[in-house]
Every structure is written in C-alpha cells, then in structure tokens.
C-alpha cells in the first residue's frame, strides 16, 4: 500500500488515528511489514506472512528499502557522504548502503537514500546528524519493489512473482 501522510503503521492505534490496516480493509488478520513514521509517506507492505515479515524487517537479511527524502539546511557532497559511511547516532551508528542526490534548489538539496535497518526515524535522525532537517519523506521501494503508479491511500495485492521476488531479496543463511 501507499501510505500517506498522517496515517500509522500498525494495525491498530490507542490514539484513534488511521492505521494502514485499516485502509487496506483486509477481510483477515494482517500487520504492516516494518514501520513508516505518520511523518512519512509511501511503499508499505500488509501480509499475513510471518516468514515474510522477519526476512523484510530484520537486518540481517539485508533486503533495503528506499527512500527519497527533501532535506533543507544546504548538505555538501562531504555531509551526504558520511550518510552512507556513517553517523552517531544516541542508539549508535547508522550508515546508508547508499547515497544519492538527485537535485539541488538553493539550500534544499533532494536525496536517495538505500537502507538496510529500520530504527526508529532513522533517516530523519541521521540527516539531523549532518545539520540538516528532513522536508518530507517517501518510501519508494521495498526490496526490489516499486509501484510508482500506487497513490496515496491505495493498495493492491503482490503477484506471485513479486512475492519470490521477496524472499530472494533475502540473504538467508543455510543454517536456516
């Protein structure tokens, strides 16, 4: 699904405010993928699927997700490479697989970037760690998911294919 801005990534919310579960309208049981902050819009995934979930979320499986944030504050080259070789963070380090800018306007500068964890507001952190504030930010893939055709508010089931697509998008080691 497309989350919007505004809307909570749970499958419920004690505050009465909108949850992805909810607009999706799913007749069974089924939780975000991962978090995206009500500040935040874009790519969600809604499952039914355990297995899926752990190898989406958990970072040892590496499957990225991308964002594309507007930051304002003028980042120089230097303040988006250490985005992708590392920042202080109070819970520690955070590094980006990578970084990219796609245009600059004055001090707001319009950054990809591909992740591997999921903390807490973590690109919003990290850009602060570089002096800069996040405008806005979107999802735009999951692994190798997109669908820049999905708008605000809407979703629609994953092909088969874009299911395995998933699960090959995760380093799973033998033993498991």
């Not at 708008?151 to 033998?174: F, I, K, M």
Request: glycine share 10%; proline share 5%; hydrophobic share 40%.
């Amino acid at each position: 699904m497309y989350k919007p801005v505004g809307v909570v990534s749970t499958a419920s919310d004690t505050h009465g405010r909108e949850t992805v579960v909810a607009l999706v309208g799913a007749g069974t049981r089924v939780w975000p993928v991962g978090r995206l902050d009500a500040d935040s819009e874009g790519l969600v995934l809604v499952t039914n699927d355990g297995e899926l979930t752990n190898f989406v979320t958990h970072p040892r499986y590496g499957v990225t997700k991308t964002y594309v944030a507007l930051v304002s504050g003028a980042p120089t080259t230097a303040d988006l490479t250490a985005l992708e070789s590392g920042v202080e963070l109070e819970d520690g380090p955070a590094a980006a697989r990578s970084v990219r800018e796609l245009d600059r306007s004055g001090d707001r500068v319009l950054v990809e970037l591909v992740m591997t964890e999921g903390r807490n507001r973590e690109v919003r952190r990290m850009c602060e760690a570089i002096g800069c504030e996040v405008v806005s930010l979107t999802r735009t893939a999951v692994g190798p998911l997109r669908d820049g055709q999905l708008r605000p508010g809407l979703s629609r089931a994953l092909t088969p294919a874009e299911v395995n697509a998933l699960y090959a998008a995760a380093s799973v080691p033998d033993d498991e």
